[in-house]
C-alpha cells in the first residue's frame, strides 16, 4: 500500500509540474498574440517613434523572445512576475490586493450553490419520489435546465437590471459591503446551484429507494427525522465533493461576473491589463488562476484518494 501511495503522490506531483510548464508557456504566448503594442497604450499615438522605441527598450520588449521568455519564466519560477508596464507596481502586489475579492466572491457563490441546490435538490426527490406529480418534475427539470443553460455574465445582466436599475435594492456597482456581494454572487452561483440540484435529486432518489430507509419508515419515524437523520448526510459526502470540484469553476465564473458589476477582483484586473496590453499583470494572473486550479485539483484527488483508497490505486 506505502508503494501504491508513493506512486499515486509521484503521478500527481508530475502532473503538477508539467501543468506549471504549460500554463508558463501558454500564459508567455497567449499575450504575444494579442494585436496592439504595449508602448503605443501607454504612450498615445502621438508619442515620438524614439520616445515609444526607448519604452520598448525599458519594457524589455526590444530584447529576442526566447530571452524575453527565459526572464519570465526565471521570474515566475522565482516568485518574481515583474512590474505592470502601466503603473510600476508589482505584479504580486497587484494580484495579492485583488485576489481576496475574487476569493470572497467564488466563496459566497459556493455556500449558495450548496446551500440552494442541496435544498432543491432534497425537496425535488421528495416530491417527486415514487409516482409524485409529474408536473413538479416537469417544473424542476425546466426551471433548472433554463438556469443551467444561461451563462453568467447574461444573468448578470438580468439580476443588474430587475434588481439593481427597476428595482433599486442594491447597488448596480462596487464593492462596498454586503449588499454589493449579493447580485454577483448569485449571477455566479445559480448556474451551478441549478446543475448540483439535479445530481442531489438523483442521489437523494437513490438513497430513498434504500432498504434501510425501507426500514426507517416501518418504525414510524416523523417525515423529517427520516430524511434528517438518514436521507441527508448520505448525500452531503458525494455533493461535498462535487462542490469542490465546482469551486473552480465558480472562480472563472467570478472572473467573468466581476467586470458586470465592476467588482475590483482579480477579473477586473485582467480585462483592464488585455485593454492596456500590460504583458506582466496579464501573464501573473493567469498563471496565478492556473495554479490555484492545479492546487485544487490535487487536494481533491488526495481527498479522494484517502476517502477511497481504491481510486488511488486504479489511478497509478
Known sequence: ??????????????????????????????????????????????????????????????????KQFADYALGALTLNLGASFRTGQPVSTILLDRFPLTLELAAAAIVIVLVVGVAVGIVAAILTKGDGPRRVERLFLFTTGAFAATPEFLLGMFLVFFFAVRAQWFPVAGAEGLQSLVLPALAVALPAAAMLSRIVRVQ?????????????????????????????????????????????????????????????????????????????????????????????????????????????????
Do not use: C
Not at 501558454?26 to 508602448?39: E, N, T, Y
Open 204 to 316: 437523494t432518489a437513490e438513497v430513498l429507494r434504500t432498504d434501510y430507509i425501507r426500514t426507517a419508515r416501518s418504525k414510524r419515524l416523523p417525515a423529517w427525522l427520516l430524511y434528517a437523520r438518514h436521507a441527508v448526510p448520505n448525500v452531503l459526502t458525494a455533493t461535498l465533493t462535487i462542490g469542490s470540484l465546482m469551486f473552480i469553476s465558480l472562480l472563472g465564473g467570478s472572473v467573468v461576473v466581476e467586470n458586470i458589476f465592476a467588482w475590483p477582483g482579480l477579473g477586473t484586473a485582467i480585462v483592464e491589463a488585455i485593454v492596456a496590453r500590460d504583458y506582466p499583470v496579464i501573464q501573473g494572473a493567469v498563471l496565478s488562476l492556473g495554479v490555484i486550479v492545479l492546487v485544487v485539483n490535487t487536494g481533491v484527488d488526495v481527498i479522494l484518494g484517502l476517502t477511497d483508497p481504491r481510486a488511488s490505486i486504479r489511478q497509478t
Open 1 to 66: 500500500m506505502n508503494n501504491l501511495w508513493s506512486r499515486f503522490a509521484v503521478r500527481r506531483l508530475r502532473s503538477v509540474l508539467v501543468g506549471i510548464v504549460i500554463l508558463i508557456v501558454g500564459s508567455f504566448l497567449m499575450v504575444r498574440l494579442i494585436p496592439g503594442d504595449p508602448a503605443i497604450r501607454i504612450a498615445g499615438i502621438n508619442a515620438t517613434p524614439e520616445y515609444l522605441d526607448a519604452l520598448r527598450e525599458q519594457m524589455g520588449l526590444n530584447d529576442p523572445l526566447p
